[in-house]
């Protein structure tokens, strides 16, 4: 049924295997020059430690060098992003541009809108967020109902937006609204336009997790103009391009490892002699962690062929939206099980502000643990799609 990507053993290259120990030696420096502490559940935002990637030329790599990308592999972004995760490394201010935004606008912008943003996004200067969810339009994204009226040399934009994650540190977002009228087909109208947050109309309010933080926002959209040069790819081609971004968005290793760092922490916590329940468990999450990074990895690898000689953008992106669906909500799960885990195996107090890493990791991915059952799209939706690729079309 899945005969697109080969999910069988996969090992990395020694040139991957080079750039992995780069990255984690990097990540090591950088967190002490920078005395960071992590904390895990959902992607910190640093604008610095961006910069500092940025200059390492692991933004936007597999982009075209004219748009200030390095042309490099799949493969060798998986890795750096793995390895950012294992370590809880604060990403928040790059991470939807150089996985969705960029690679959209590679596909479906204009030469006007490459030049304007790419660049500045890989030098870890121009940070985007999504728009995409409203309020009861969760993952039913063709039921959005914010619109877009057409006006001389633009658009006015009325809705709102919801869990836009950093919204309040963002430059800009894509917007997913409606251009033409309900035609009984609602995926029909749909178009995608770049609103930036600091626009008149535009208002974003927090939405505090219940420790006090918050990552993410309301966003209020209230007849925002959006000139001509804004709209990405054509009208009415949005529910195309944004089911292009959402499997990019489903199938990487951010989808099963949030909550790593608190599995290695239970590792350390358990010591050289765990007892036999704890052994069983720690055994069954390695062995599911493993099957999904190499499934995670299997889809990365299969996008390298497929590249866009012109774009570099991957032509599977779209094809593979139901195998990038399987790995999210497996690993969803998964990341749910590494939190009960830690719970159950080690008798502690967790406390976000606890000295112990282990403490403080655990207070984060308790507060955050309902967001991963949503993001990305929650379980029902992803099913539907898996079904429908093995099951076929209700008749």
């Given amino acids: 049924m899945f005969d697109q990507v080969d999910f069988s053993a996969l090992e990395l290259p020694p040139s991957a295997r080079a750039l992995q120990h780069e990255v984690r030696e990097f990540i090591a420096a950088e967190f002490a020059a920078l005395d960071f502490k992590p904390h895990i559940g959902h992607t910190e935002f640093h604008a610095e430690f961006t910069r500092r990637v940025a200059a ?26 793995e390895e950012m995760l294992a370590t809880g490394a604060p990403c928040a201010a790059h991470w939807f541009a150089d996985r969705q935004t960029g690679p959209s ?131 009415g081609q949005g529910w195309k391009q944004v089911t292009s971004e959402l499997a990019l968005e489903r199938s990487g290793p951010e989808r099963y490892m949030t909550t790593f760092p608190l599995f290695t922490e239970l590792m350390r916590k ?35 062929p497929g590249a866009d000689s012109e774009s570099g953008t991957p032509k599977a992106a779209v094809d593979l939206a139901t195998e990038a669906a399987l790995v999210k909500d497996m690993g969803t799960f998964y990341e749910r099980e590494i939190i009960d885990a830690a719970r159950l195996l080690a008798t502690v107090e967790p406390s976000p502000e606890a000295t112990d890493t282990f403490e403080r990791y655990l207070a984060d991915t308790i507060y955050c643990a309902p967001v991963a059952t949503i993001r990305g799209g929650t379980t029902q939706v992803l099913r539907s799609l898996i079904a429908r690729k093995l099951l076929g079309p209700l008749k």
């Fill in 105 to 235: 606008l590679l596909r479906y912008g204009s030469e006007a809108q490459r030049q304007r943003y790419l660049p500045a996004i890989t030098r870890g200067e121009y940070y985007f967020a999504l728009g995409m969810s409203e309020p009861n339009s969760g993952s039913d994204l063709a039921s959005v109902k914010t619109r877009a009226e057409r006006v001389p040399n633009g658009w006015r934009v009325t809705g709102q937006k919801v869990w836009t994650s950093w919204a309040h540190k963002a430059h800009a977002f894509f917007v997913l609204c409606r251009t033409a009228p309900d035609s009984g087909n609602r995926h029909d109208g749909l178009s995608q336009l770049i609103v930036e947050l600091d626009a008149p109309g535009v208002t974003v309010r927090p939405i505090n997790f219940m420790n006090g933080r918050h990552h993410f926002n309301e966003v209020f959209l209230d007849n925002v103009f959006v000139p001509d040069d804004r709209v990405v790819g054509e009208i």
């Fill in 56 to 81: 390492r030329g692991w933004i936007g790599m597999t982009w075209p060098k004219q748009y200030g990308g390095r042309e490099r592999s799949y493969l060798e972004r998986f890795v750096v992003t």
């Fill in 270 to 304: 358990l010591g050289t002699a765990p007892d036999a329940r704890a052994l069983e468990a720690a055994g069954k999450l390695a062995a599911r962690f493993w099957s999904l990074r190499r499934m995670s990895l299997a889809i990365a690898m299969t996008l390298d």
